[in-house]
T-cell receptor, first 115, second 113 residues
């Protein structure tokens, strides 16, 4: 079974803090994704990575950065957390290529609250 | 601006009834349309998916109907069960995009006993 794990289920941070969200997948997938989930807005793509050290902006990258130093690990970084970044963050991985779309497998999510 | 519009926002159906969720898209280049199911406290998981070369796909009690000319697709849950109570997301993507998904806003389905 594919397993995507996220470092924390719940996180509470203060405005201005630097926040790291970690994601690890065990299926040797090339692609990893970070989404945020908000009621009424569905899932919105923040960043994705199709290879180690490669990254692309998604639909809402402002205020976020990412790091992928190893194939199995993808980190989301909030350089200076703000209250409007309070949300559920979901990590996913897949083996999709440019010519073939495969299933995305999601982690359980991290609910981040910024006070 | 959401590229995939989903309705309704929520749905209550009696056990044994049919749940219907609709999605519409604008980008005619989309060529893969998955539905994800999310239970409370869990991440979404793929439920069923369709490509535009077929008009319908059925897996057990779940059916996707696809209307290419209208740019719409829908999920039908037949004989709905309390265990189907979850949030359902439609999504769309296109070849040459590494599988990046555009999600709908989600529909919360509650099946009453």
């Amino acid at each position: 079974d594919v397993k995507v794990t996220q470092s924390s289920r719940y996180l509470v941070k203060r405005t201005g803090e630097k926040v790291f969200l970690e994601c690890v997948q065990d299926m040797d997938h090339e692609n990893m994704f970070w989404y945020r989930q908000d009621p009424g807005l569905g899932l919105r793509l923040i960043y994705f990575s199709y290879d180690v050290k490669m990254k692309e902006k998604g639909d809402i990258p402002e205020g976020y950065s990412v790091s992928r130093e190893k194939k199995e690990r993808f980190s989301l970084i909030l350089e200076s957390a703000s209250t409007n970044q309070t949300s559920m963050y979901l990590c996913a991985s897949s083996s999709s290529t440019r010519i073939y779309t495969d299933t995305q497998y999601f982690g359980p999510g991290t609910r981040l609250t910024v006070l | 601006q959401q590229q995939v519009k989903q309705s309704p926002q929520s749905l209550i159906v009696q056990k044994g009834g049919i749940s219907i969720i609709n999605c519409a898209y604008e980008n005619t280049a989309f060529d893969y349309f998955p539905w994800y199911q999310q239970f409370p406290g869990k991440g979404p998981a793929l439920l069923i998916a369709i490509r535009p070369d077929v008009s319908e796909k059925k897996e057990g009690r779940f059916t996707i109907s696809f209307n290419k000319s209208a740019k719409q697709f829908s999920l039908h849950i037949m004989d709905s069960q309390p265990g189907d109570s979850a949030t359902y997301f439609c999504a769309a993507t296109l070849t040459d995009s590494w599988g990046k998904l555009q999600f709908g806003a989600g529909t919360q389905v509650v099946v009453t006993p």
